[in-house]
Nanobody, 128 residues
Framework: DVRLVESGGGSVQAGGSLRLSCAVSGLTFSSRCMGWFRQAPGKEREGVAVIASDKSDGSTTYADSVNLRFTISKDKDKNTLFLQMNSLEPEDTAMYYC???????????????????WGRGVQVTVSS
């Protein structure tokens, strides 16, 4: 079975940092784009960051709203995906979800929401 389990969420003040982790089992990063999405109350789910598969170039893409503040990375040995979030703003408050793209599909598909597997999500709350 495939499982994506997020951790590391919590409450911080504006300007603070959090590091989200997504422990992945049942699939590997070799042929899948991986990413983070978020959904704020009353808003649609949106892409935050994606990282290309190991067989691709491992390149990263970020939403304009988080570029230069967030960093997506992965540890192949631990099969874990990360999202380092710095300079957090109240607008970053949302439920954050780990996502796996379809095998051998590129990141643009994942970015458009073509997700093969979702995690259950973790709450991030940023206070002003």
């Amino acid at each position: 079975d495939v499982r994506l389990v997020e951790s590391g969420g919590g409450s911080v003040q504006a300007g603070g940092s959090l590091r989200l982790s997504c422990a992945v089992s049942g699939l590997t990063f070799s042929s899948r784009c991986m990413g983070w999405f978020r959904q704020a109350p009353g808003k649609e789910r949106e892409g935050v960051a994606v990282i290309a598969s190991d067989k691709s170039d491992g390149s990263t893409t970020y939403a304009d709203s988080v570029n230069l503040r967030f960093t997506i990375s992965k540890d192949k040995d631990k099969n874990t995906l990360f999202l380092q979030m710095n300079s957090l703003e109240p607008e970053d408050t949302a439920m954050y979800y780990c996502a796996a793209g379809r095998a051998y599909y590129d990141c643009p598909e994942l970015w458009r929401g073509d997700v093969d597997y979702w995690g259950r999500g973790v709450q991030v709350t940023v206070s002003s």
